[in-house]
């Protein structure tokens, strides 16, 4: 830890039905890897994904709510956190989209979040107040399947993350195998489309990260169990392949669908999740090619590990098991990348959403 000011907050959203808990609140002890449960918040259906604004003291989560009509539909829910103890206050909802969301993503300089909708093909672009507080829905885009897609393919939009330079936000389209790059127009609050990044037929692109300091990203592709490194064009706002690799071991050959993926603070590793194997794969980055190499395959002793995170440090790798309802910690070897086992497991149920983030006291 850098500030003996800060602690450590690990923020865990789930399945749940609005009457349970939802959202959980942690600190992480940072010599043990221990886990203490400090809130568990109520009120929300389906808080699966999460977003920190550290700076500003803010949490942000998706729910699900139902319209007038009956149908299940996405809104979002703005917390405050209090640095010295962790706890959430919520500040207000909205609905946004008219499909639930999968996806809560928001990045500085841009006082906007943005969501995705797996079930209904969107992107949607939401305002947020001076007091960080969730304003309207100010764009929507829903993606169509081009004439080389086959006649049954719909989108199943993903996530979306801003390029380093923040100049481009990238979309994953599962459904229809691409990344679509769009510009955001901060002014209007309009997304402008780009451009597409074709992946594999049948890939399923679905989380994305970017280098810390080298021109490169890496998809995971849910559908075919790969990760595929591209070469970032910051001028241009393209994406080029230099290579795929599997995540899983030679000879499995069980279902399994991947899910997050993260890379180390100084870039010399990249980590994706295997869900079915049910297993953490370590990648080595060669930083002059954007080359990956597998390292390792680890067990997360548990099932289905649906998301996971790096602390910001680098030093504890914390995994989300949904089916065995348990997180669980290891400590990351900074030298190998290799992850080993603390025998920290704490119970949660269906967690899906692991955001570790350092907050002022």
């Avoid at 979309?171 to 790059?181: E, M, S, T, Y």
């Avoid at 769009?182 to 280098?211: I, N």
Wanted: proline share 3%; with cysteine.
């Amino acid at each position: 830890m850098t500030n003996s000011d800060q602690k450590l907050y690990l923020f865990i959203g789930s399945y749940a039905e609005a009457e349970g808990p939802g959202v959980y609140v942690y600190e992480l002890d940072e010599s043990s890897g221990g886990l203490n449960r400090l809130q568990e918040v109520k009120g929300l259906k389906n808080p699966t994904f999460l977003n920190v604004d550290a700076k500003g003291k803010k949490l942000y989560s998706i729910s699900e709510t139902l319209s007038e009509s009956g149908k299940r539909i996405g809104e979002c829910v703005a917390f405050s956190i209090n640095g010295s103890t962790g706890q959430l206050a919520e500040l207000n909802r909205e609905i946004n989209l008219d499909n639930t969301l999968c996806h809560i993503q928001r990045d500085e300089p841009y006082d906007y979040a943005i969501v995705s909708s797996y079930h209904g093909g969107k992107i949607g672009l939401i305002k947020l107040q001076e007091d960080g507080k969730l304003g309207i829905l100010t764009d929507a885009k829903h993606h169509e399947a081009a004439e080389r897609h086959a006649k049954d393919a719909v989108s199943h939009v993903h996530s979306a993350y801003f390029s380093p330079d923040k100049r481009f936000l990238f979309v994953n389209d599962l459904g229809l195998d691409f990344v679509r790059a769009y510009k955001l127009d901060a002014e209007q609050g309009k997304l402008v489309f780009h451009g597409d990044t074709v992946t594999a037929e049948g890939a399923g692109p679905r989380h994305l990260v970017f280098h810390p300091s080298e021109p490169y990203a890496f998809v995971i592709n849910e559908l075919n169990s790969t990760i595929a490194s591209y070469r970032y064009d910051g001028e241009a706002g393209t994406l080029t392949e230099i290579q795929s690799v599997s995540t899983l071991p030679a000879g499995y050959e069980g279902d399994n669908a991947t899910a997050e993926i993260a890379v180390s603070k100084d870039g010399r590793f990249l980590y994706g999740s295997n869900r079915g194997h049910d297993s953490i794969v370590i990648l080595s980055i060669d930083t002059s090619t954007g080359g990956l190499s597998v390292v390792d395959c680890v067990s997360t002793e548990g099932s289905h590990p649906r998301h996971f995170a790096l602390t910001p440090d680098g030093a504890f790798l914390v995994a989300a098991n949904r089916d065995t309802n348990n997180l669980t910690v290891f400590r990351v070897d900074q030298a190998s990348g290799k992850l080993q086992y603390t025998g920290v497991s704490e119970t949660v149920s269906k967690p899906v959403c692991v955001q570790p983030v350092y907050i002022q006291a």
